[in-house]
Antibody, heavy 121, light 105 residues
Framework: QVQLVQSGAEVKKPGASVKVSCKAS????????ISWVRQAPGQGLEWMGW????????NYAQKLQGRVTMTTDTSTSTAYMELRSLRSDDTAVYYC??????????????WGQGTLVTVSS | SYELTQPLSVSVALGQTARITCGGN??????VHWYQQKPGQAPVLVIY???NRPSGIPERFSGSNSGNTATLTISRAQAGDEADYYC????????FGGGTKLTVL
């Protein structure tokens, strides 16, 4: 069965960077894209961006442009999301999600368990 | 920019039908996906591309999309259906609705 296993919780200081990993299994990694979605405490879902595991093409949310980088390592079937210049309002649970399609046809079929990132001085 | 509007909360009696709406300008021309999220858990896809159910999702969950409103319908609501529900579309980027809390009375 498809599984996405994310790295553990992180505590960071303002201005630091965090890199969250998402290891996929149960399917051909390059067949699906990976999106990243975050959820601040008590809030709704916020899309951060998407990366094609096939060719590395990315599409980032405008508000995060310049602070976020998404990458994949096909040799280990792992996706990464790095967020820089962390602020307190970046405190959230970060999810990876995989699925077929691109852009308007993309569907986030499978989700990781989430990674809590806390930004605090 | 494109916006999605969901009611903050919907209540339904046990065994009755719940309808959760997602409003957007001409949303009927877009693919709409729905996610269920229970407290402390990751979201789960329950409907994709307007009306398709992933494997493992009960037939009680159905979706429709026309005009300016997409609707998630949950028939014979159960206590286990209590959750937050989010609609999602693509409009140059992925957008989520604000979420609807479903309460089963």
């Amino acid at each position: 069965q498809v599984q996405l296993v994310q790295s553990g919780a992180e505590v960071k200081k303002p201005g630091a960077s965090v890199k969250v990993s998402c290891k996929a299994s149960g399917y051909t990694f390059t067949s699906y894209g990976i999106s990243w979605v975050r959820q601040a405490p008590g809030q709704g879902l916020e899309w951060m961006g998407w990366i094609s595991a096939y060719n590395g093409n990315t599409n980032y949310a405008q508000k995060l442009q310049g602070r976020v980088t998404m990458t994949t390592d096909t040799s280990t079937s792992t996706a990464y999301m790095e967020l820089r210049s962390l602020r307190s309002d970046d405190t959230a649970v970060y999810y990876c999600a995989s699925g077929p399609g691109v852009g308007a046809t993309y569907v986030a079929y499978y989700w990781g368990q989430g990674t809590l990132v806390t930004v605090s001085s | 920019s494109y916006e999605l509007t969901q009611p903050l909360s919907v209540s339904v009696a046990l065994g009755q039908t719940a309808r959760i709406t997602c409003g957007g300008n001409n949303i009927g021309s877009k693919n709409v996906h729905w996610y269920q999220q229970k407290p402390g858990q990751a979201p789960v896809l329950v409907i994709y591309r307007d009306s398709n159910r992933p494997s493992g999702i009960p037939e009680r969950f159905s979706g429709s999309n026309s005009g300016n409103t997409a609707t998630l319908t949950i028939s014979r609501a159960q206590a286990g259906d209590e959750a937050d529900y989010y609609c999602q579309v693509w409009d140059s980027s992925t957008l989520f609705g604000g979420g609807t809390k479903l309460t089963v009375l």
